[in-house]
């Protein structure tokens, strides 16, 4: 008997993510544990690090480190830590599946598929224009409020556009992802990554600024090249949107469409407003995008059980993108467990400290990228790395800013390439597109960033970027 269709080609997503468990659990055999202390927001006292073993003698009245999993509790702590990890990413597979919910009812009024209609006729000739003035926007996001989980909401958006405009839904997730993320590599204010890493290491807020506004500027340009670079090598044959409600073939809208648009338009603003000054996450913009749902659908008078249909096939189409980021973060509990992350910071510290100025602050940079790994938050890794990085970084002759933005690259760059990430792996699986598809333009992407990488950190120290 042939197994099902949708078994006979299981997603590489799952192999490699399951595969990195299981690695991550392996390495903990070979890694001798221990740990820094922390201070009471959760920051690394540099000096402190303790292997778990060390003497009484050595370990005074610090407390007795709690007991790691080996042997069968390890084996059990692996196993359960899929399940783990979707009960820890919670807020963040909640908001996955609440926002494809909410676009497939501001689907089914025909909103999307008029406007798209409307744009195709727009950019006829000019479709090009698409890739940089979007970038552009997405870019200003993530330099400005360190735009993230809010990019998977828009890959549902642009995937459809680009086709329509005769390009893949590798362009259509790359536009936002990409250009959000170069904006947070670059940024100038992200409270979330310079602001938190300024303060952990002792800086002025906002300093440094005009060189980092340079950098913003030159990354967004190169980013927007390269997206151009790869949108001619996957150019399609232009598809007609499906559906489109009230829209004909020219791209008339109804009122109602109009009003849905709008609705989502302030939907966004209200998002933008929240995050910055409320410090909104996902629960909270995900309700607005939820309440601009309901509202689409009461004003394009759509039935409540076409609603209710709409909502639940939405967050069906989106189900695999939470069990991804779900699984991914069971990788990181059992790092976190095992306690293996400090003893690796604490080896890159010692390897750093030892090596010339510009090829210390490289390294920083790579070693940034490696854990991003295992830490994909961006104020998480500040909390874990600054303490340690910003006073090594004077030690080698270097400034503390110059930490910070080699913190920046290697946390900002390696997420769209790390599958421990939630905003990628919800993106490619909005997106329909294959993490192994994504791989094959991600790796040159990187390569050409991380080129970008030493050469901005390299103008730093030669220049003295303080």
């Known amino acids: 008997m042939a197994a099902p269709r949708g078994l006979r080609r299981v997603p590489h997503v799952y192999v490699l993510i399951i595969s990195l468990l299981f690695i991550t659990a392996i390495a ?3 890694i001798a544990p221990g740990a820094y202390e922390r201070d009471d927001k959760g920051r690394v006292v540099p000096g402190s690090f303790m292997l778990d073993d060390a003497p009484d003698a050595e370990r005074g009245e610090r407390a007795a480190p709690p007991e790691r999993p080996r042997g069968w509790s390890l084996v059990m702590a692996t196993l359960t830590a899929p399940l783990r990890g979707i009960e820890d990413a919670g807020a963040i597979v909640a908001f996955i599946l609440v ?130 670079r790869e949108g001619r090598r996957h150019r399609i044959t232009p598809e007609e949107p499906q559906g489109g409600g009230e ?43 939820f309440a601009v749902g309901i509202a689409s659908g009461l004003i394009c008078r759509v039935a409540p059980s076409e609603m209710s249909r709409a909502f639940l096939e939405g967050g069906r189409e989106l189900l695999s993108a939470g069990l991804v980021v779900g699984l991914a973060k069971g990788i990181v509990l059992v790092a976190h467990e095992t306690r293996i992350l400090d003893p690796i910071l604490h080896g890159m510290a010692q390897t750093l400290s030892n090596l010339p100025g510009v090829v210390s602050l490289n390294l920083m940079f790579v070693f940034q990228s490696v854990l991003n790994f295992l830490v994909p938050s961006g104020s998480g890794q500040a909390a874990l790395t600054m303490p340690i990085m910003a006073p090594l970084a004077e030690l080698s002759g270097l400034t503390r800013q110059m930490s910070v933005l080699a913190f920046q690259f290697g946390d900002g760059f390696s997420n769209l390439i790390v599958p421990t990430s939630a905003v990628l792996m919800g993106s490619l699986e909005a997106g329909k597109v294959p993490y192994e598809k994504w791989l094959g333009f991600a790796w040159r992407l990187q390569l050409w960033l991380f080129l970008f990488g030493v050469v901005a950190l390299t103008t730093a120290v030669l220049i003295g970027y303080s």
């Open 28 to 30: 903990s055999l070979f």
């Open 247 to 289: 829209a004909g073939a020219e791209g008339h809208m109804s009122l109602g469409q109009v009003l849905v648009l709008v609705a989502l338009g302030l939907g966004i603003v209200v998002i933008i407003w929240g995050v910055g000054v409320h410090e909104w996450y996902v629960s909270e913009i995900g309700a607005i995008f």
């Open 99 to 228: 926002v494809g919910g909410a676009f497939k009812i501001m689907e089914r009024t025909g909103a999307f598929q008029a406007a798209i209609r409307r744009t195709m006729i727009a950019m006829r000739g000019n479709e090009a224009w698409l890739i940089p003035g979007s970038m552009l926007i997405f870019s200003v996001g993530g330099a400005v409020f360190g735009m993230s989980e809010e990019v998977i909401p828009f890959v549902i958006l642009f995937v459809p556009l680009a086709r329509a405009l005769g390009y893949s839904n590798l362009i259509g997730v790359a536009i936002p992802l990409v250009g959000a993320a170069l904006g947070f590599a670059g940024a100038m204010i992200n409270p979330f990554t310079v602001g938190v890493a300024q303060a952990i290491a002792g800086l002025p807020p906002l300093s440094g600024w005009p060189f980092r506004t340079t950098i913003w500027v030159l990354l967004t340009a190169f980013g927007i090249g390269l997206v151009l």
